[in-house]
T-cell receptor, first 114, second 113 residues
Framework: KNQVEQSPQSLIILEGKNCTLQ??????????LRWYKQDTGRGPVSLTI?????NTKSNGRYTATLDADTKQSSLHITASQLSDSASYIC?????????????FGAGTRLAVHP | DARVTQTPRDKVTEMGQEVTMRCQPI?????VFWYRQTMKQGLELLAY????????DSGMPKDRFSAEMPDATLATLKIQPSEPRDSAVYFC???????????FGQGTRLTVV
């Protein structure tokens, strides 16, 4: 069964600190892996998208890594800010029925405290 | 600026009533997705449209849910009759076929009492 698992489920850090969120997947084959940020009461917003041939991609203070051999990805947040408080969702895109289906992880809820 | 627009943002309705949620995809996008998000299940795909044609609605309870695209600028998701277990946030997303990006709307929070 195609699955995307994220850890930890939730995380609390102090403002200014770094943190790393993990994503393991069993989806195969896959087209790309995405990290989304979802603020409370809003829709998910894309942070990074990586194909299987890419192993790192940055978007400001967010850096995603991908190891397609071990089927693992991580999202590293540097110098966290209060506005980073949100849910971070790992999503794997897999070809299915003629289109790329998105398979969502359950998300990691991050709280950044002053 | 280009964004996916969903209406209404919030809807409270009584069990048994019909609910219609609307989505305006980003102009020029030819794929539309409907998702449902709950605390328990996370984000689940309900329906997928390409060029206004429904290509995947396997995630949608067919007895009460229906999704349509009357034209390229409007997608609708209807529940009739609604039940308390339908309470969730419903998201619409649009993109370009072959493209990698999917842009989400702000969602419709549905509460069925």
């Amino acid at each position: 069964k195609n699955q995307v698992e994220q850890s930890p489920q939730s995380l609390i850090i102090l403002e200014g600190k770094n943190c790393t969120l993990q994503c393991n997947y069993t989806v195969s084959p896959f087209s790309n892996l995405r990290w989304y940020k979802q603020d409370t009461g809003r829709g998910p917003v894309s942070l990074t998208i990586m194909t299987f041939s890419e192993n790192t991609k940055s978007n400001g203070r967010y850096t995603a890594t991908l190891d397609a051999d071990t089927k693992q990805s991580s999202l590293h947040i540097t110098a966290s800010q209060l506005s980073d408080s949100a849910s971070y969702i790992c999503v794997v895109s897999a070809p299915s029925g003629g289109y790329n289906k998105l398979i969502f992880g359950a998300g990691t809820r991050l709280a950044v405290h002053p | 600026d280009a964004r996916v627009t969903q209406t209404p943002r919030d809807k409270v309705t009584e069990m048994g009533q019909e609910v219609t949620m609307r989505c305006q995809p980003i102009l020029g996008h030819n794929t539309v997705f409907w998702y449902r998000q709950t605390m328990k299940q996370g984000l689940e795909l309900l329906a997928y449209f390409r060029n206004r044609a429904p290509l995947d609605d396997s995630g949608m309870p067919k007895d009460r849910f229906s999704a349509e695209m009357p034209d390229a600028t409007l997608a609708t998701l209807k529940i009739q009759p609604s039940e308390p277990r339908d309470s969730a946030v419903y998201f619409c997303a649009s993109g370009l076929d072959g493209g990698m990006e999917a842009f989400f709307g702000q969602g419709t929070r549905l509460t069925v009492v």
